[in-house]
């Protein structure tokens, strides 16, 4: 995997091989990234970022300078990963190892953009369970975002907020976001 743009623009970024991930591909990070720079500048940016596995995504966000991200991952050998990968690039980014779901019933943050790439393998109950606690806990600040990646095959626009989705490849984006009720 590689950072896209920012401070370590084409930085290669090598995981062990042990970890139990499937990270974002570059050609469907560039087309998220492209889609989030036409509506947020990163400095400001606060950031959660759900099933981080290796914390490609976060690493993303900091190297365009976002400062506060928090990363999340049940798997211990991730988060140690990722502590090791942000120590070495200088990226604040606060990594917890946490069962997603519990953390998003007490997350103590608010985020501008919530970012979650659960195992495909979920079933689309617990891919919405994700889009429920979100906005249940009111975690997304004013026009915040949450955007959920899944397999292609899974069909998110029934959940709370859901606004449309994005496919690069196999993989799929669904946004969500509180709208207005003029939009």
């Not at 249940?136 to 449309?164: A, Y």
Request: overall charge negative.
């Amino acid at each position: 995997m590689r950072i896209i743009s920012g401070s370590n623009k084409g930085k290669r970024i090598i995981a062990p091989k042990k970890l139990p991930v499937r990270p974002t591909t570059d050609m469907a990070k560039e087309g998220l990234f492209n889609i989030l720079n036409n509506h947020y500048h990163f400095s400001a940016l606060r950031v959660l970022d759900l099933f981080s596995g290796t914390g490609n995504i976060a690493y993303e966000f900091a190297s365009r300078g976002a400062e506060a991200i928090t990363a999340v991952d049940g798997n211990f050998e991730c988060i140690k990963f990722i502590k090791k990968t942000a120590s070495e690039l200088d990226y604040s980014i606060t990594a917890i190892k946490s069962d997603v779901f519990k953390y998003l019933e007490r997350a103590p943050i608010k985020a501008d953009v919530i970012f979650a790439d659960p195992p495909y393998d979920f079933s689309t109950e617990d891919f919405l369970k994700i889009a429920e606690l979100v906005f249940e806990n009111n975690l997304l600040s004013e026009d915040g975002m949450l955007i959920i990646e899944s397999g292609k095959h899974t069909d998110l626009s029934s959940g709370p907020n859901f606004v449309e989705k994005r496919g690069y490849g196999g993989s799929v984006f669904s946004f969500f976001y509180e709208t207005s009720e003029e939009e």
